[in-house]
């Protein structure tokens, strides 16, 4: 009897042994050969290494003119579809009515549009001129959130933030179950209806590792848009000046994204 | 010492279920999975290689040199070429059989037409008070402030 119960203990000692190898089993890459290895060239010049960079957006609200140009170009450089329902970036009206005096309010209503999705330029608010308190746009497009919510909801870990600061979409891996499109509080995720793929804004990512700017920001007439890298900002990087003057915030802060892309003059009714 | 068979069962059942997480698990996993983090890290130069539609802007200065200088010394020198005549890069690739456009007025208008909800810094026009006729007969457009009589004028003499 006392024989068997030393047995089970040994055999229980064995199997605890078997556990922890197999749990200490994994091998752990390093970080200092992961970043050897992820050194590509991308058709000119030196290779690219993620790592050395981190990429940020920031946007001007009083320098947009809602020309649309930035829908265009992200449309033709990446092939998303052109129908009114499928964007990477897109462009907002604002448009806040004067308040009725009998009210004792200080604004009116709100009115938010994006004819399709300011691919075409925007017309005259429909409201009349003289009833408008003050009308803006706003570009919006992936927040490239330090916290992205769409990469901690993928089940398959096809979607992900990468060492630069992107936020991609793993194309042969996603199995497209939307969760990531359901996930994003910017609303900037969509199916791609011939890929049915999860689809959004890579930061031209194709772009950027060869030294250009995103479409978006290469064709914008009023350098609303600033691209730049935080590793590398120079002494007069339009970046840097922009850090430094101007007063920017990120949308839905409350919800602890920490988004990369950054707006100066958001107005309190753009979410 | 003799191990009980219920045991070596139990060691058989658990190694062929451990083994098979794994193989399963080999079999499974892309490369390159998990390298970087909890996804495929070969992506990141997948995503990479996708092909340019625009070239940006210092590509047109190599032929164009002359608008160029024009173009940096009037006050549409932030102006992307490849805003207003599209996406160039097969023209770059291929100068001699692609060709881009040539905008007209309503390309001006895009931008420049009145609207409350532009800045009011930005110069706006109301094309029902403003003169008539296409707005390229009164400004060049790579140096807008300019007349395009002048130019002709200078370059006859």
């Not at chain 1, 068997?4 to 200092?32: D, H, I, M, W």
């Not at chain 2, 499974?28 to 802007?57: D, M, N, S, V």
């Not at chain 2, 023209?91 to 409350?116: T, Y």
């Amino acid at each position: 009897m006392k024989q068997t119960k030393t047995n089970r203990r040994e055999a229980l000692k064995k199997l605890a042994g078997l556990a922890g190898a197999v749990a200490v089993a994994p091998k752990t890459t390093g970080a200092e050969e992961a970043l050897r290895r992820y050194l590509f060239k991308n058709g000119v010049g030196e290779d690219y290494d993620p790592f050395d960079h981190k990429w940020l957006m920031v946007i001007d609200i009083e320098r947009c003119i809602g020309c649309g140009m930035c829908v265009r170009a992200c449309k033709a450089e990446n092939e998303v579809p052109r129908d009114p329902l499928h964007f990477r970036t897109w462009v907002e009206q604002y448009t806040i009515k004067k308040a009725d005096v009998a009210t004792g309010r200080i604004e009116g209503e709100t009115i938010v549009r994006s004819p399709n999705g300011g691919y075409d330029g925007f017309p005259p608010p429909e409201v009349p001129e003289e009833e408008i308190l003050r009308s803006f746009f706003v570009p919006k497009l992936c927040n490239l959130c330090h916290h992205s919510p769409c990469s901690q909801v993928c089940p398959v870990g096809a979607t992900f933030d990468t060492p630069d600061g992107a936020v991609l979409v793993d194309y042969e891996y996603c199995m497209g179950c939307g969760f990531c499109v359901q996930a994003c509080p910017y609303g900037c995720r969509y199916m791609h209806p011939e890929r049915h793929t999860a689809d959004k804004c890579t930061l031209c990512y194709h772009r950027i590792t060869r030294g250009l700017k995103p479409a978006c920001v290469e064709v914008c007439p009023t350098q609303a848009r600033i691209f730049g890298d935080l590793k590398h900002l120079g002494p007069d990087d339009p970046l840097r000046t922009f850090i430094e003057t101007k007063k920017a915030q990120s949308l839905k802060p409350h919800l602890g994204t920490e988004p990369r892309v950054l707006y100066a003059g958001l107005d309190k009714e753009v979410r | 010492m003799k191990v009980p068979p219920q045991i070596v069962r139990l060691l058989i059942v658990t190694v062929v279920l451990v083994g098979s997480y794994f193989v399963a698990k080999s079999l499974l996993t892309p490369p390159t999975f998990g390298e970087l983090g909890w996804y495929r890290a070969a992506a990141l130069e997948e995503l990479a290689q996708h092909k340019l539609t625009y070239a940006g802007k210092q590509e047109c200065e190599v032929c164009h040199d002359d608008i160029w200088q024009m173009f940096h010394a009037g006050k549409h020198q932030t102006l992307s070429c490849e805003g207003c005549h599209g996406p160039a890069m097969r023209h770059v690739d291929d100068p001699e059989n692609e060709h881009l456009l040539k905008p007209g007025s309503d390309q001006c208008l895009r931008c420049h037409q009145q609207n409350p909800s532009r800045p009011d810094w930005y110069t706006q026009i109301d094309p029902e008070e403003h003169l008539e006729g296409e707005c390229i007969e009164c400004h060049i457009p790579h140096n807008p402030t300019e007349m395009p009589e002048e130019e002709e004028a200078s370059s006859e003499q």
